[in-house]
Structure formats: C-alpha cells, structure tokens
T-cell receptor, first 115, second 113 residues
Framework: NAGVTQTPKFQVLKTGQSMTLQCAQDMNHEYMSWYRQDPGMGLRLIHYSVGAGITDQGEVPNGYNVSRSTTEDFPLRLLSAAPSQTSVYFC??????????????FGDGTRLSIL | QQQVKQSPQSLIVQKGGISIINCAYENTAFDYFPWYQQFPGKGPALLIAIRPDVSEKKEGRFTISFNKSAKQFSLHIMDSQPGDSATYFCAASKDQAGTALIFGKGTTLSVSS
C-alpha cells in the first residue's frame, strides 16, 4: 500500500502560472482534504471532499480549485499563482464514519515556491 | 478568529520529564480532537485522539485530558525522550472522521538528553 501519494514533491512557479498538485490514495477512503502549512501558522484547510463529485471550501479556499471525479484522486489547482501561495501543501484522506484513532492519513507534502 | 489556540509555541524538556501542551477551542460543534506529531520533511501523523464524551485517554506515554466545560484539552507526554522531539499540533473537527480539521499553530518540542 502506498497510502497517500502527492506529486510533485517540489515545484517552482512564476507569478501568474497555473499548475495542478496531484493527490492519490489507494485505501478506498471516501474523504479527502487539502491543507497548506506556513511557518508559525499550523495547517489550514483549503478544500475537502466527502466523496466523488462532492467538494466544499475550507478556511482558505481563495485562489484554489478542486474536483473529485474518482474516489482515488483529489487534485488541487492553482489558477494564477501568487507569491502568497508559496507554502507546503498536504493532502489527506480518511474513511467515513468514526474510526477510533484511524482518521486522516497525510501525504508527505508538495513544497511550492512562487517567484 | 482563531478557532483552536495552542500553547506554548515552543517547549524544552529534560529527558524523562513531562511535556505538556495545551489547546483551547471556541466552537462547541467540534466533536473530535486529535493530536498530530510532525517530523521535519514529513506529513503530520496521528498520535492520539479523543471525543468530547471522554475526559481522559491514555496510550502508552501519551495522555489527552479533555475539559468540555472549559473548552480546553491538553497533551501530556510522560517520560519524554529525545525521539519525541518534533512539532505537535492539536486539532478539532465537527466531523467524527476528522475530515475538515482545524489545527492549532503548533508546538515545537525539544527533549534534551
């Protein structure tokens, strides 16, 4: 089992460029989420999905789009990159319902720099 | 408005000592309170979690204490070890699967030998 796989691991963009951060999970988890982590800010929720075809906004959704066409994949799109979006991005997945001590599994992150 | 407040920002503890990290939340709709541990270059990993109908949960050297009336919860690491040196995050979710987690800002723990 690979768990949660994020690609790429590192990326440098220029302001105004667009790109898609990929996230895939092989655990058949219904729920998936995207977070960004900035120094001193903890992790902040960008978007999440409770199943294929269903997405919702988190704390900091502006400038990002998501879609969930399959259970396995949950890509995050930056429409027009801005320096403020320089961050480490984490994708996570979990099962539906309450599973004691088994909720979110995190990927190892995508480190994104926008010049 | 910060929904989950975590303190202290950093903590230095001697090997064998007790590490205590505190969190407070505002939203009474939160129904699930996990703690995550993160090492440099890695994603957060679940350490221990609690639901609001329980006042304390212990797993090995790690204990969560939960005070529903005060809207506070804390992580205690007993017999702290150098390998515990990491960043710890408390979080809260309205969803018992922990889908949409709201995180505290983190505590960097250093355990000196």
């Amino acid at each position: 089992n690979a768990g949660v796989t994020q690609t790429p691991k590192f990326q440098v963009l220029k302001t105004g460029q667009s790109m898609t951060l990929q996230c895939a999970q092989d655990m058949n988890h219904e729920y998936m989420s995207w977070y960004r982590q900035d120094p001193g800010m903890g992790l902040r929720l960008i978007h999440y999905s409770v199943g294929a075809g269903i997405t919702d906004q988190g704390e900091v959704p502006n400038g990002y789009n998501v879609s969930r066409s399959t259970t396995e994949d949950f890509p995050l799109r930056l429409l027009s990159a801005a320096p403020s979006q320089t961050s480490v991005y984490f994708c996570a997945s979990s099962r539906s319902g309450f599973w004691d001590n088994q909720p979110q599994h995190f990927g190892d992150g995508t480190r994104l720099s926008i010049l | 408005q910060q929904q989950v407040k975590q303190s202290p920002q950093s903590l230095i503890v001697q090997k064998g000592g007790i590490s205590i990290i505190n969190c407070a939340y505002e939203n009474t709709a939160f129904d699930y309170f996990p703690w995550y541990q993160q090492f440099p270059g890695k994603g957060p990993a679940l350490l221990i979690a609690i639901r609001p109908d329980v006042s304390e949960k212990k797993e090995g050297r790690f204990t969560i204490s939960f005070n529903k009336s005060a809207k506070q919860f804390s992580l205690h690491i007993m017999d702290s070890q150098p390998g515990d040196s990491a960043t710890y995050f408390c979080a809260a979710s309205k969803d018992q699967a922990g889908t949409a987690l709201i995180f505290g800002k983190g505590t960097t723990l250093s355990v000196s030998s």
